[in-house]
């Protein structure tokens, strides 16, 4: 074996034998004047062979002192690493973890510690169910981890100290898929935000119903619901009766103030989760009623007419009575993929039409019947 291949304990020990040999032998020439024997072959290279040894020991110092300065500057790169790891996971604002494939904590931030009122140390080893926060960023995970995916984000909801927060997640895995790097951003002042402007976006500011967007949309997708299910639909569309003499006579203030009465009355008849009142345009108002015959549609239209009745807004100028009162047109079908929602909307408009071309304050049903 050459000395270049050896061990650093075994080059030692090699050394201190020569070097106890060497002395042997300066001790027996010492007791011989004059030096008059012949050493062996194996002895008179001993200094030499002592020599090549201490020079090999020298050399793997030097590789050994080289390895150890490298693995120190690594040290104090893993070192800072580490210091700019920790100062990122302080500085994101929301829940950081590490979650193994078998679905235990391996570590969190501090940020998400503190939520739950714990340490960091609290979470290491446990299952992510363990904080009760809801199924939703369980599922989360664990559908991640039996993708294929090696990324994935989505939206969440947790419950955190008995409310409800939203949440974006991302989550990245790593350790060849065996453990997954999770950051939660709770997002539910956007959310809030977000439902704001829906609702500003689909309802009618002045009388607080869903405006013609809003009817438009609830139309399309409740008419495709009902051609899966083979069952009927019902549409009813109202006017107020003389509305701009009423304007005229009382001003704008108070047409919008009648305007408000009048949704209110029609919302409080339509209170199934199903149905939907809306402003159409105008002092006109359309309701969708899924699931509903035109009998069905009829009776309700005789209760608006009947709510608006007793609140009696007084309407001096009206040719149908003293009172605001309003003109109805129904349209009911069972929807097919050979029918359309504009084909019923037209046709309860038509059935509108009718009823205020009849003398108005009435219901008129598109197939010409007409209740009493």
Request: glycine share 6%; charged share 25%; net charge neutral.
């Amino acid at each position: 074996m050459r000395d270049e291949d050896k061990s650093k304990e075994q080059l030692i020990k090699e050394a201190i034998a020569l070097r106890r040999r060497i002395a042997a032998l300066e001790a027996l020439c010492s007791t011989h004047e004059p030096f008059s024997f012949i050493l062996q072959d194996d002895d008179t290279n001993i200094t030499q062979k002592y020599e090549t040894t201490t020079e090999a020991l020298f050399n793997l110092n030097e590789r050994l002192l080289a390895d150890a300065t490298r693995l120190a500057k690594a040290g104090e790169t893993l070192r800072v690493a580490k210091d700019q790891l920790e100062s990122v996971l302080a500085a994101v604002p929301g829940m950081v973890s590490w979650i193994s494939a078998d679905l235990n904590y391996l570590g969190v931030n501090d940020h998400l510690a503190e939520l739950f009122g714990l340490t960091p140390d609290d979470f290491i080893g446990k299952n992510i169910g363990f904080l009760g926060a809801g199924s939703d960023f369980n599922n989360f995970v664990r559908d991640f981890f039996k993708s294929p995916m090696r990324d994935r984000f989505g939206e969440i909801v947790s419950d955190i100290s008995g409310t409800s927060r939203h949440y974006l997640v991302v989550a990245q895995k790593y350790n060849r898929d065996r453990a997954a790097f999770i950051v939660g951003i709770d997002i539910t002042k956007r959310q809030q935000t977000l439902e704001v402007l829906q609702r500003l976006a689909t309802f009618d500011g002045l009388t607080q119903i869903a405006n013609r967007r809003c009817f438009d949309e609830t139309l399309e997708r409740e008419w495709r619901r009902m051609v899966r299910e083979e069952e009927p639909l019902s549409l009813i569309l109202c006017d107020i009766d003389h509305f701009k003499l009423y304007n005229d006579t009382y001003g704008h203030p108070a047409g919008d103030s009648c305007l408000q009465k009048v949704a209110a009355a029609i919302a409080g008849v339509a209170q199934r989760p199903g149905d939907l009142v809306a402003r159409y345009g105008g002092e006109e108002f359309a309701l969708i009623l899924p699931n509903t015959p035109s009998y069905g549609a009829v009776t309700v239209a005789k209760s608006i007419r009947k709510s608006l009745k007793k609140l009696q807004i007084v309407h001096g100028k009206s040719r149908s009575g003293q009172y605001v009162t309003i003109s109805v047109g129904i349209a009911s079908l069972i929807p097919t993929t050979r029918s359309t929602a504009e084909g019923l909307l037209q046709s309860a408009d038509r059935a509108l039409y009718q009823a205020k071309k009849e003398g108005r304050d009435r219901i008129i049903v598109s197939s010409g019947l007409q209740p009493h």
